[in-house]
C-alpha cells in the first residue's frame, strides 16, 4: 500500500488500473494498494457466523436510517471517514452488557452498559415454581448506568430475569437469583 501525497496526475484517478492495482481515497488520502481478489479457501463456521451475524447487523442500520432521528443520533457520533450508517451497523453488531444485578431497599437496581446506549431494560420476577408474577420497565437513573424497578414482592427462592436492549433492539438476558 502507498500513500501518494501532493501528485497531480493522481488527484483525481480513482478505481482499478488492470488487475494489479487500486487507487482509492480515504479520510483525504490517495491510497495505491494490490487489488485483492476473492478467496479460494472455504470459510470456516466461525466466518460463516460473523457473516451471519454483520448480514443481520446490516440490515438492523438500514432499518434504523429510516428513523430521521436516530439517523442524526448515529451521524453526531460518527467520526472522521464514518457515516451514521456505519455507526448504526457497529451499534446493531454488539449487544448490552448487563454488568450487575444487586437488590438496594427492595428495588431491583441493574448496571447495564453499551458502547453506544442502552434503549430500555426490562425485568421480570418468577417464582418458584417458574410463573412470571410481575414484569415492567426499568427507569434509568441519573448516572446513566443503573436503571431502577420497584417490585410489588420478591419471592424467596425466584429469580429476577433482566432483559437488556440496545436501540436497535439486540436483547442481553441475564438472572439473579433471590434467596
Given at each position: 500500500?502507498?500513500?501518494?501525497?501532493?501528485?497531480i496526475l493522481m488527484q483525481m484517478v480513482r478505481g482499478?488500473?488492470?488487475?494489479?492495482?487500486?487507487?482509492?481515497?480515504?479520510?483525504?488520502?490517495?491510497?495505491?494498494?494490490?487489488?485483492?481478489?476473492?478467496?479460494?479457501?472455504?470459510?470456516?463456521?466461525?466466518?460463516?457466523?460473523?457473516?451471519?451475524?454483520?448480514?443481520?447487523?446490516?440490515?438492523?442500520?438500514?432499518?434504523?436510517?429510516?428513523?430521521?432521528?436516530?439517523?442524526?443520533?448515529?451521524q453526531s457520533l460518527a467520526g472522521p471517514g464514518q457515516n451514521a450508517?456505519?455507526?448504526?451497523?457497529?451499534?446493531?453488531?454488539?449487544?448490552?452488557?448487563?454488568?450487575?444485578?444487586?437488590?438496594?431497599?427492595?428495588?431491583?437496581?441493574?448496571?447495564?452498559?453499551?458502547?453506544?446506549?442502552?434503549?430500555?431494560?426490562?425485568?421480570?420476577?418468577?417464582?418458584?415454581?417458574?410463573?412470571?408474577?410481575?414484569?415492567?420497565?426499568?427507569?434509568?437513573?441519573?448516572?446513566?448506568?443503573?436503571?431502577?424497578?420497584?417490585?410489588?414482592?420478591?419471592?424467596?427462592?425466584?429469580?429476577?430475569?433482566?432483559?437488556?436492549?440496545?436501540?436497535?433492539?439486540?436483547?442481553?438476558?441475564?438472572?439473579?437469583?433471590?434467596?
Amino acid at each position: 500500500m502507498a500513500i501518494v501525497k501532493d501528485n497531480i496526475l493522481m488527484q483525481m484517478v480513482r478505481g482499478s488500473l488492470g488487475k494489479q492495482i487500486t487507487i482509492y481515497e480515504r479520510n483525504g488520502q490517495i491510497i495505491m494498494a494490490k487489488k485483492r481478489g476473492r478467496s479460494n479457501k472455504k470459510p470456516t463456521q466461525k466466518q460463516l457466523e460473523a457473516r451471519l451475524k454483520m448480514t443481520i447487523a446490516s440490515a438492523r442500520a438500514q432499518l434504523m436510517m429510516e428513523d430521521p432521528q436516530i439517523k442524526a443520533y448515529y451521524q453526531s457520533l460518527a467520526g472522521p471517514g464514518q457515516n451514521a450508517y456505519n455507526i448504526a451497523v457497529k451499534d446493531a453488531y454488539r449487544s448490552p452488557e448487563v454488568q450487575n444485578i444487586r437488590l438496594e431497599k427492595e428495588e431491583v437496581v441493574v448496571t447495564a452498559q453499551n458502547e453506544f446506549r442502552v434503549a430500555e431494560v426490562e425485568v421480570k420476577v418468577v417464582d418458584v415454581e417458574g410463573v412470571v408474577t410481575e414484569r415492567g420497565r426499568a427507569f434509568l437513573g441519573w448516572n446513566g448506568i443503573d436503571w431502577y424497578y420497584k417490585p410489588t414482592a420478591l419471592p424467596a427462592g425466584g429469580k429476577v430475569i433482566v432483559v437488556a436492549k440496545s436501540l436497535p433492539g439486540i436483547p442481553t438476558v441475564k438472572e439473579f437469583l433471590l434467596t
